[in-house]
């Protein structure tokens, strides 16, 4: 599977300090590398990224900002509850907060990445 570079789309995926810091100097050296959110392992990754989460994102992606009440009209969830995902995912990078105080999640499209191996 192939991800367009020229769409606005973000890469959630596992990688150990040492790939960050490649990717980093990679993108320092002029080497585009997209937007990435990573998680240290798998296991982070789930935790942070529960169905309720990814039922925010699915509503939130390529929409712009919106306030906490109107995600929370969209996913059909209580603003309470929705309020503690929200934070988790900021928390986390996923989500960030616009000036306003607004939510947004800037991306139009998120593409997950990680390798599943055996175990040691």
């Known amino acids: ?6 769409s606005n789309t973000v890469t959630l995926s596992v990688a150990s300090r040492d790939d960050v810091t490649n990717r980093a100097l990679a ?3 002029g080497t585009a590398q997209g937007a990435h959110i990573s998680f240290a392992s798998v296991e982070l990754l789930w935790q942070t990224m529960t169905p ?12 712009g900002a919106m ?4 995600a ?15 934070h988790a995912l900021l928390n ?14 800037p991306f139009d499209a998120v593409h997950v990445d990680f390798t599943l191996t055996t175990a040691a």
């Open 27 to 29: 993108a320092f050296d």
């Open 92 to 105: 986390a990078g996923v989500l960030d907060r616009e000036e306003s105080g607004q939510i947004t999640f």
């Open 52 to 63: 309720k989460r990814w039922d925010l994102l699915k509503v939130m992606t390529g929409q």
């Open 67 to 70: 306030s906490m009440r109107e």
């Open 72 to 86: 929370a009209r969209r996913v059909g969830r209580d603003v309470k509850t929705v309020h503690g995902d929200v």
């Open 1 to 6: 599977m192939t991800t367009d570079n020229t």
